[in-house]
């Protein structure tokens, strides 16, 4: 699988402030250990999950201390099964047991999200051509991260912010006057970025046929309405469907010839990995 990276200042960006939360001026507990203590363990993951963030990890224990060596048995996006070793840590006590916890709240978190993403993408109807797409409803100071998990987790994703993409909602619509107003000053001003507009109903979308939209919303459309939609814009705009999308209901919607279905949930409501570090005597 190739999954594309994270820059590694943002990374950097990301340890530092997990580091300076957690450790700030220094770990007090481990600092009653011996100066020369040595530490090894197994980090493990106690349940099924689609492994990411490893950069991360790794990132920790380069800033807590570069005598610290992780070894990773798994690349990121590779399906774990419950039970089994990840990676395992070793050197300086200090050093190992200060960046313990930063270093599993970002594996856990990512990896929550990586399969979260996996389950969705599962749930496409098999003969589908249907992208699932992540939103910008991610924890702060994370984006690029959860981005990536998704990435992991065999999802797409949609713009990493306001400022690579346009899309057009019902407050644009209305401060522009019309979606042709709206579409029209996108393409004037932006004419090398694809213009997406959500639209609530069926003369909406005709509206942004019409106004030559590359891509359009269809915000919390019945199923009747999504296979009208897809009959009216085959070969024309490409279809996004978003709001209320549930895993239940992925394989229905996918069936329906969407080119994307779009969910908050992913990034929103992870769930993290139940991830623990186990010494080895």
Request: proline residues 3%; glycine residues 6%.
């Amino acid at each position: 699988m190739s999954i594309l990276p994270v820059d590694a200042d943002e990374i950097a960006r990301n340890v530092a402030a997990a580091l300076a939360e957690d450790i700030g001026s220094g770990d007090l507990t481990a600092d009653m250990l011996p100066a020369q203590a040595k530490l090894s363990a197994n980090v493990i993951c106690r349940e099924f999950t689609v492994l990411s963030g490893q950069a991360w990890f790794v990132a920790v224990y380069a800033a807590v201390s570069p005598e610290v060596e992780v070894v990773f048995k798994h690349e990121d996006g590779t399906q774990i099964a419950a039970d089994s070793v990840v990676c395992t840590v070793s050197g300086p006590a200090r050093a190992v047991l200060s960046g313990e916890r930063a270093a599993l709240n970002f594996i856990q978190t990512l990896s929550g999200t990586a399969t979260t993403a996996f389950h969705f993408v599962q749930k496409v109807h098999v003969d589908a051509h249907t992208q699932i797409l992540d939103t910008r409803k991610t924890l702060p100071g994370l984006r690029q991260a959860q981005k990536y998990a998704v990435r992991c987790g065999g999802g797409t994703n949609h713009r990493m912010g306001l400022y690579d993409a346009i899309l057009i909602k019902e407050n644009h619509i209305q401060a522009a006057g019309s979606i042709a107003n709206a579409v029209g000053f996108a393409k004037q001003h932006h004419p090398d970025i694809k213009v997406e507009v959500e639209v609530e109903s069926i003369p909406e979308l005709r509206e942004a046929i019409a106004a030559k939209s590359d891509i359009v919303m269809l915000d919390n459309f019945s199923v009747d309405m999504i296979r009208d939609a897809v009959a009216m814009s085959f070969g024309v705009v490409k279809l996004e469907v978003s709001g209320n999308v549930t895993l239940e209901t992925i394989p229905l919607l996918s069936s329906l010839g969407v080119d994307y279905i779009s969910s908050g949930a992913i990034t929103k409501d992870v769930k993290s990995i139940d991830f623990s570090m186990r010494f080895v005597s």
